[in-house]
């Protein structure tokens, strides 16, 4: 699997494009930015097809992009797990109003159920349900590539922040914790973990250095 990543927008959220290998043509992309302009370039000058975009949560950082892939490319699906699915239409759970921005776009094609596999652009991912960051936070994982997308859920250093409005700040530090330390710190140590924001890491540096993790 090729895997590119963008670092779109003010808020430097990173975006990946992924193919099955570096000939073709069909691709899969992970999250978006605030600003798109980088990544349609990219698209466009390599004339890559998007079958599907991934959001890894509803945050508006992460998804305001879709409407200008979604212009350019119509046939693209765009995915979100259930628990996340509502935040698209609204400014207030997407947190895009707490920035200013007031940022709704119109429902997902797909609505991932649950957890389990999916499969677009050649390329087969399995999901993995870890709330704390949002309800419905998913992490995208490839055994064939040793590499999992964990939108907002870890860090290289750090992980995702739990103190949103509606929130229990505690309740969810702790949820969040939990799934981390069950659906991703059971990974192989030398799988690569590629966050929403911030550089490439690995499991085993996380569980070693990252000081969220020491006591789990």
Known sequence: M?????VLGSYENNSYVLRSN?????????DTGLEVDELLEYLGSEKLSPAALVFTHGHADHTRGVGELKERYPEMKVCVHKYDAQMLGDSILNMSAWAGMDFETGPADVVIEGEGMIEYA?????????????????CLYSKADNAVFVGDVLFAGSIGRTDFPGFNPQEKHEQLIEG??????????????YPGHGMRTTIAREKRYNPFLQKV
């Open 180 to 193: 981390i330390k069950k659906r991703l710190l059971i990974l192989p140590g030398e799988t690569a973990v």
């Open 2 to 6: 090729e895997i590119k990543r963008f």
């Open 22 to 30: 570096d000939q073709a043509k069909e691709c899969l992309i992970i």
């Open 122 to 138: 050649g390329i087969k991912l399995d999901v993995f349900l870890v709330p704390g960051h949002t309800e419905g936070s998913i």
